[in-house]
């Protein structure tokens, strides 16, 4: 049975190209696993964008079986194994990677023929991940009025033109035109109402005014295991490796917990907080370009994400260190109190106790 449409994206171009997004039939239904999540773990100064994973080797991964989105049926699944997908926030910014065995493929120029991916996230309480934030509107009525509360936040990357190691996304000759533009490595930042209302952030349905206040929150890198220069790629040196290699993609990606929008574009991360998210992966299996519906995706509905407190390393270590500080200190004060006291006493004493002055008369001066 045909699942209707659940996160599909496309290429968009910094032009923002539109396509027109095919029509399934068929009741939506989803056995979804409630019991999987992905932690973002609270790590300063620990992650280094460049799409390298040896920074991330000590961080605990979810792993996902990857099945098609119109199908998820666990025979069709991605043949090369399972979607590893890490987070770590800094209390200022969160960073995600996604990790994916796959033989190396790469064509410049033509992102049907690269893999590609896709983070998507709940904004409005009524989005669901179904539909791609559900709206019933058609592209003719969908609007920030009709759609309330159906918004979801939208990372597409499509690495046909990005060098591998280098950060692209966000930046500021893409931002000042008030969108989630990027000309260079179409690392774009979208928001949708349902999948024939998507838009880059500050774009909207016709007759929507730009708002110049809209931006590409986000940032990214790509690479891929069997490359032999760890220092970087330059574009000439496209393709950058041999098809058909084995090995592993990574594609790492960071942006502000919170960012400056007002337009309801932008999914808002909150320290202990839980937000909902899902990732979507394409790739040219047998040389053959993929298509906007076909690709993969990590489960048929909303991943919870929890966005951790500093605090929640190890309590048990935490209060045993805390215990035994306090123990030191509490010592040590009370020692320093006592002498303290004992220096008081006899300052006082010195100072106001009564001098016995014997008389002497001044004639036997």
Known sequence: MLLRHVFVLFLLAFAGHRVNSHEESGQWSCDSDSEIRVESVFKPAFITLDG???????????????????????ENQFKFGKMSVKSVHDGRDIFFLLQVDGDYAYSKGESTKCPSVALMFQIGDGATYHDMGGCGEHPSSCTNKTCKGHEVDIMHFSIGTAIPGRIY???????????????????????????????????????????????????GAWWHSSFTVHSGFVEDESPYGDNGKKGTYYFEFSRPLRTMDHLQQDVQFTIGGSSKMSVAFWYPLDGQPWHGSGHYSVNCDWVPIDISLSSS????????????????????????????????VF??????????????PIENL
């Open 52 to 74: 390298h994973a040896d920074d991330w080797k000590d961080i605990d991964g979810s792993y996902f079986p990857l099945l098609p989105a119109l199908d998820p049926d666990a």
């Open 169 to 219: 996304g966000g930046n500021p000759l893409n931002n000042r035109f008030g969108n989630g533009g990027d000309r260079f490595g179409h690392l774009v930042d979208l928001y949708a109402w349902n999948p024939h209302c998507r838009y880059l952030d500050g774009n909207g349905p016709s007759g929507y005014a730009n708002d110049s206040s809209a931006q590409n929150d986000w940032k």
């Open 313 to 344: 390393l190890s309590a048990k270590s935490v209060d045993a260190a805390s215990g035994s500080s306090w123990n030191v200190a509490s010592a040590f004060s009370v020692i320093l109190s006592v002498a303290a006291l004992c220096v008081s």
């Open 347 to 360: 300052v006082s004493y010195r100072v106001f106790y009564p001098k016995n002055v014997s008389f002497t």
